[in-house]
RNA sequence: GCCCCUGUAGUUCAAUGGAUAGAACUGCGGACUUCUAAGCCGUUAAUCGGGGUUCAAUUCCUCGCAGGGGCACCA
């Protein structure tokens, strides 16, 4: 609709001889406003030096006459906004449409042809998953999805730390409790936090989990390229393989209750190689120097943060090992845009690496963009694991499975409402803000949440069900709206779907088509509570109607992540 | 100290430079007892402060104030 009203207003200015201008078309909040208002009359009136009603005037004319019947009205008001409402025969005509497409409406092509790589979640292994790292899989996952939706062809991928002062940590842990194969990823989290404590405790320690890093560096590098392993290095790197499996079966049990499924899954260990050798390449060009025995990066000279790419000790940082996975990502998957989603604070470190990648590779700096989102922050304090005040994805999703099931005791409808009420959670606000998480109050299953959504279409669906069953039982005395005006609101939010899609998409914002879920959910519920669908007087309309409120509400949800559930 | 982000009802969040700033929670009041009450209807309540740009600013610029994050060998 958006696009069928651009096109008609860019016809009618040529027609007219007015420039093509600058102009926005909205969906109105106030009926009074008409279905859409366009500010074009606005912004050209100063140009042809008319005000900008008359200009308004003259166009609104022009663009009634172009769209003829699909039009109820276009109308000048206020200041000078053009407010253009459509006949219900046109409404018709587009949900005739949207039926006809099922589960592709909402679906484009704006994207077809693109090669997207997406990468996130982000957990490391020998850490548990937080709820920051369930909140960029979240938002990471809705992404993908919206770009799919859009024609591009999509990979997504996640990249943990598998080696590294935090590995070590761990490793020192383990190796303290007599562990050499650890089984679950409870014994590496209390292995991780003994080593956390062990290296600040003491310098003897530190020195230690330092000399063991560096060690597990190296028998990396060994084994990468099939050297023999002595019988000490043989046995840290079965303890750690061993460890990096715990950690990603239980990345992976999370992944499967999301419905999110990685195609490629990247390792700190994959990209110390060509990390380092782009580097090193890089330090005889002169983009890096040597400082202190440390590689580092003069990102000052751009107004950005120095950062150290390779230690002292000759083991490289987070900065080069991205550096490495950039040219990897490219290698397996060569596409036109490639999307990094993490929290917000690693904003600066991005800017430095994707600055020191347009020195090395320009065009793939240029095609990379990081998405930064906002913190999952506790009302009771900053979390911390070495205060054990981590909030872990599966700790958040067992408690508000348990909430749930107060309500509804299935196993699965319990489930799927706590990663509805999540998933709802994090995409309900813009992607960039933080989530102020309140972990006493939990969240919320009813008014504006996830369950609210999944609700109104297990509503839709069970009548649609009861329908589809024979049940045009008894017909009702129930006395109809002497003209309903709800199937009308309801149809008119329903045709609105595939441009919110559109414009979440392109904003990268998936809180767009939340709040849009919302309102028709609630326009449904007030639709549903006000008419009687089965055996009332306008049975085949009305049944339409649900039909399409379903088939809308699953698609969008679909997009978001939120399961779909049949009864709750 | 320097850099980045954020300040909207009591609370948690929305809003594409546009018209009357939109929800939810909480409070209070109500309806139906018929397709699922995790629902429906009603009601009170907000743009941090000062300047500026604009026909029009919650939105852009600037100066404050407040909060969060980042600033060399962590990821």
């Given amino acids: 609709m958006h696009e069928l009203v651009r096109t008609v207003i860019h016809e009618a200015l040529d027609t007219l001889g007015f420039p093509r201008g600058e102009f926005t078309v909205e969906y109105t909040t106030h009926e009074s406003h008409g279905d859409v208002a366009t500010n074009i009359a606005m912004n050209i009136a100063k140009g042809l030096e008319k005000s900008p009603r008359e200009v308004a005037q003259t166009l609104a004319d022009a663009v009634r006459e172009r769209l003829g019947a699909r039009a109820k009205s276009v109308e000048v008001a206020g200041p000078g906004f053009i407010n253009i409402s459509f006949s219900a025969s046109f409404y018709e005509s ?9 589960d592709a409406w909402g679906s484009a092509t704006m994207l077809s042809g693109k090669r997207i790589i997406i990468e996130y979640a982000n957990p490391n292994p020998f850490k548990e998953m937080h709820i920051g790292h369930l909140m960029g899989a979240i938002i990471g996952e809705s992404l993908s999805r919206f770009f799919q939706n859009a024609g591009a062809q999509t990979a997504r991928d996640t990249f943990g730390g598998d080696v590294g002062p935090h590995v070590a940590k761990a490793l020192f842990g383990l190796h303290h409790s007599g562990i050499s194969t650890p ?3 409870k014994e590496i989290g209390e292995a991780y936090v003994y080593g ?7 310098t003897d320690t530190h020195d230690e989990i330092d000399k063991l890093n560096v060690a597990l560096y190296h028998v990396l590098e060994k084994h990468f390229v099939n050297e023999n392993l002595t019988q000490d290095e043989q046995e840290l ?8 499996e715990v950690s990603m079966k239980a990345f992976e049990h999370l992944y499967e209750m999301l419905d999110i499924h990685f195609d490629y899954v990247f390792y700190d260990s994959d990209t110390v190689t060509p990390g380092l050798e782009a580097v090193k390449r890089g330090l005889s060009e002169n983009i890096f120097e040597k400082s202190d025995g440390a590689i580092i990066y003069r990102g000052e000279k751009k107004g950005l943060h120095t950062l150290v790419f390779v230690t002292s000790h000759g083991t490289p940082t987070y900065e080069t090992k991205d550096l490495g996975l950039a040219l990897i990502k490219e290698k397996k998957f060569p596409s036109d845009k490639s999307i990094i989603i993490t929290a917000n604070e690693q904003v600066g470190h991005f800017n430095v690496m994707l600055c020191a990648l347009s020195e090395i590779e320009g065009a793939l700096a240029k095609k990379t963009i990081h998405v930064p989102h906002g913190f999952m922050r506790l009302t009771t304090g900053k979390m911390s694991s070495r205060k054990g005040t981590v909030v872990t994805a599966s700790a958040l999703i067992e408690n508000v499975i348990a909430i749930a099931k107060e309500k509804n005791e299935d196993d699965e409808v319990a489930t799927k ?3 509805g009420a999540i998933v709802y959670m994090v995409l309900r606000q813009s992607p960039g803000a933080d989530i102020i998480f309140d972990p006493e109050k939990s969240l919320s299953l009813e008014g504006d949440s996830g369950p609210y959504i999944q609700y109104a279409l297990v509503r839709a669906l069970s009548v649609l069900r009861s329908a589809g069953e024979g049940g045009r039982d008894a017909t009702s005395s129930r006395p109809q709206h002497q003209s309903p005006p709800h199937p009308y609101i309801l149809m008119r939010t329903l045709a609105q779907f595939p441009d919110v899609v559109a414009y979440a998409q392109e904003r990268m914002a998936p809180n767009f088509l939340v709040t849009y879920l919302t309102k028709l959910a609630s326009q449904w519920n007030t639709f549903y509570a006000s008419e009687r669908i089965i055996g009332g007087e306008q049975q085949e309309q009305m049944l339409r109607m649900a039909k399409l409120f379903a088939q809308t509400m699953s698609n969008g949800m679909k997009l978001l992540g939120v399961p779909i559930l049949e009864k709750m």
Wanted: glycine share 6%.
């Fill in 237 to 244: 790197y079965e303890t750690w393989q061993a460890g990096r």
């Fill in 94 to 102: 587009v949900l005739e449409e949207a039926l006809r497409a099922g």
């Fill in 196 to 202: 956390s404590r062990a290296y600040e405790d003491s």
């Fill in 183 to 185: 089984t679950s990823s």
């Fill in 417 to 419: 409402v706590a990663i």
